[in-house]
């Protein structure tokens, strides 16, 4: 051969090769889909070439792939008639630039257990794939200029490849891949086209295998083929490409519809809510196309900021064809591709929730919060959200129940109870069940939902009413009390034999608290505080805290158990005021902890440190 040049190949090259090489992976057919790939780019940008230049070799052929097999010699053959490349283009791109790809692949060759060669096209290096199964391969190609000629790339897999002048006169690039033994089911026709119909269906130009006419490809997206024709297979392996996620989708939903809008999409709720560190999808948004021309990477208008976990294509052929984003924005085409994706999305949620309550709740645990966030950013689809929100309660503690199912079982537990729903806001599903304003609640076997996540206070402020009836914080609330029982409070404090001790803890606790009060509620805690009336409410106070506002926390009212041994003690330590001072402060930390309001630590230790002293003083 003519001119022939030798290189070696780049470092990270020869690991991957090596790699790919003594790889055991099993799924060694995908290096035609890479080919394939390779192929199709390659026809593509000729057809873009073509839009502005006709001074192209060949330039009257029909834009094409054809594959042809030797059994014997154990022989593909791969041609495309697309862009080729001359010498400079084929060292650079099959050898010698330095591939950041090959390194990010070999990362994940490195974590990854399942078979990663299946996504080795995302990574840029998808060529070398063809050593799986190859002892050597050739390159031909001739450039789509005039001025170039062709040349030749081998390479055996090994640390070198060679490159030298080649006679080829059409356009286009052709790859001879000499199988080793063991592969050599490859070299055959009837094999290669169940492969083809596996992975490279969608291509856009024809597929033609041996001296068949008829081409073997499907050729149209497949967002736009009819569902009946797609396996599941087919959606894994799309959505694998289209995220490298290898965790299977949690749900996946294709529709194809005509009115109001002629639209494709082809959707997703992944696997996770967090996108991995190799994962192909970098920001959120779905996959924009007109017309099979992908216009849009990331679009972000076509579904609500609460939906943009979900991933996919959309495609619709009334968006105008060749447009700028910024007109697509302005050709009013979006609102109505918006709502009906949007209720796409609900549609699929509500039969999965109705239907598949395990799979729900699989979803509800990932992206659960995305809803709640819809909530809180008072969506216009609020009334579609709500049914769809799941909680743990009172009396359901294991259990993810409904709005709809605790309204029903309401009446039965608590008939008399006005009708509210009732919830409590925390920061720890443990512990919230300790929390002294459940006291009355558990006593009277009412039932309360336990919000127990920072999003909850956000949703709240969106969340007043379900059904027209309202979601009351047992926090803030004397909801369950009656007037009367409020008045014989409010005298029971001010007169008799708990006079005294009220006066006691408000002289102790002066400004930190609004009032002490004496507590008709409480049974098995010691004191609680709650709000005055009219004052900030508490999910309003715990946004402050989360958004880190500066901002006055409002004093609160502590109500005490007069009936609790410890309230009795304190009572009972007449004469002893510096320890009855200490225990009261204790009383108030203890319940602003319970609050979820940390109070001065050094104090408190110190305190505590105090009165273990006292006890084991005591003891002695
Ligand atoms: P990627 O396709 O992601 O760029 P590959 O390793 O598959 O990575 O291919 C490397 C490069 O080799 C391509 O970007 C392209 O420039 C060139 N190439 C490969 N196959 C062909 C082909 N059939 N025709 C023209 N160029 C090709
Ligand atoms: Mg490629």
Redesign the pocket.
């Not at 697309?82 to 490349?85: E, Q, T």
């Not at 840029?124 to 070398?128: H, L, N, Q, T």
């Given at each position: 051969m003519e001119n022939t040049q030798s290189y070696t190949f780049k470092a990270e090259t020869k690991q991957l090769l090596n790699i790919l090489i003594h790889s055991l992976y099993k799924d060694k057919e995908v290096f035609l889909r890479?080919l394939l790939?390779?192929?199709s780019?390659?026809l593509n940008r000729l057809k873009f070439e073509l839009l502005t230049n006709k001074d192209v070799v060949d330039v009257e052929k029909e834009l094409a792939i054809h594959i042809s097999v030797d059994k014997d010699k154990k022989l593909i053959t791969i041609s495309?008639n697309?862009?080729?490349?001359n010498r400079a283009?084929i060292v650079e791109?099959?050898g010698t630039i330095a591939q950041s790809g090959a390194r990010n692949f070999i990362e994940l060759a490195k974590q990854q257990s399942s078979d990663f060669s299946q996504v080795i096209?995302q990574f840029?290096?998808?060529?070398?794939s063809v050593f799986m199964v190859a002892d050597s391969v050739k390159v031909t190609?001739r450039s789509f200029s005039p001025a170039d000629t062709a040349v030749q790339w081998t390479a055996s897999g090994d640390e070198t490849f060679e490159v030298a002048d080649s006679n080829k006169q059409d356009r286009?690039?052709t790859?001879e891949i000499s199988l080793k033994d063991e592969f050599s089911e490859f070299a055959d026709e009837y094999r290669l086209r169940e492969i083809v119909h596996k992975h490279s269906d969608f291509i856009g130009f024809p597929i033609f295998i041996g001296s068949d006419e008829k081409q073997v490809n499907k050729q149209t997206a497949m967002w736009r083929t009819n569902k009946k024709e797609l396996t599941d297979e087919q959606y894994k392996d799309f959505y694998r490409q289209f995220t490298l996620d290898f965790d299977e989708p949690i749900h996946t939903f294709h529709n194809i519809t005509d009115a109001p809008v002629q639209l494709y999409s082809l959707m997703f709720f992944p696997s996770k809510a967090e996108r991995s560190m190799f994962s192909t999808r970098k920001d959120d948004g779905v996959k924009l196309y007109s017309r099979n021309i992908l216009i849009d990477e990331y679009n972000k208008d076509l579904l609500p900021e609460y939906f943009r976990f979900v991933q996919g294509v959309v495609d619709s052929e009334d968006l105008p064809l060749n447009v700028s984003r910024e007109t697509i924005q302005s050709s009013g085409l979006l609102p109505g591709l918006k709502k009906v994706l949007t209720g796409q999305v609900f549609k699929e949620l509500e039969n999965m929730a109705k239907n598949d309550s395990e799979k729900y709740l699989v979803f509800w645990k990932e992206f659960g919060l995305f809803l709640k966030q819809g909530i809180a950013m008072n969506a216009p689809e609020v009334d579609k959200i709500t049914p769809l929100l799941r909680f743990h309660t009172s009396t359901q503690e294991e259990t993810w129940t409904t709005l709809d199912e605790y309204i029903a079982r309401q009446p039965e537990a608590a008939p008399d109870v006005a009708k509210h729903i009732y919830y409590i806001v925390g920061d720890d599903p443990r512990s919230i069940m300790f929390s002294p304003h459940l006291d009355h609640y558990k006593s009277q076997n009412i039932e309360v939902l336990l919000l127990t996540e920072p999003i909850d206070s956000f949703m709240l402020m969106g969340l007043t009413k379900y059904k027209e009836i309202e979601l009351k914080n047992i926090a803030a609330s004397d909801e369950v009390k009656t007037d009367e029982e409020k008045k014989e409070e409010k005298e029971k404090a001010e007169t008799g034999e708990n006079k005294g001790l009220i006066d006691v803890f408000k002289s102790v606790l002066g400004e930190k608290v609004a009032d002490v009060r004496v507590s008709s509620t409480l049974s098995t805690s010691v004191a609680r505080l709650v709000d005055e009336d009219g004052g900030m409410n508490p999910e309003m106070q715990r946004v402050y805290r989360y958004l880190g506002k500066d901002f006055d926390q409002p004093k609160k009212v502590l109500e005490i158990n007069t009936t609790h041994p410890l309230v009795e003690g304190i009572n009972a330590l007449t004469g002893q005021a510096e320890l009855q001072a200490k225990l009261i402060e204790q009383v108030l930390d203890s319940a602003s902890i319970l609050e979820g309001v940390t109070p001065d630590p050094a104090k408190m230790v110190q305190r505590i440190q105090e009165l273990m002293s006292v006890i084991l003083e005591k003891s002695k």
């Open positions: 890479e790939s390779n192929a780019d390659a495309d697309g862009i080729g490349m283009e791109n099959l096209g840029g290096v998808g060529f070398y190609s286009g690039t790859i």
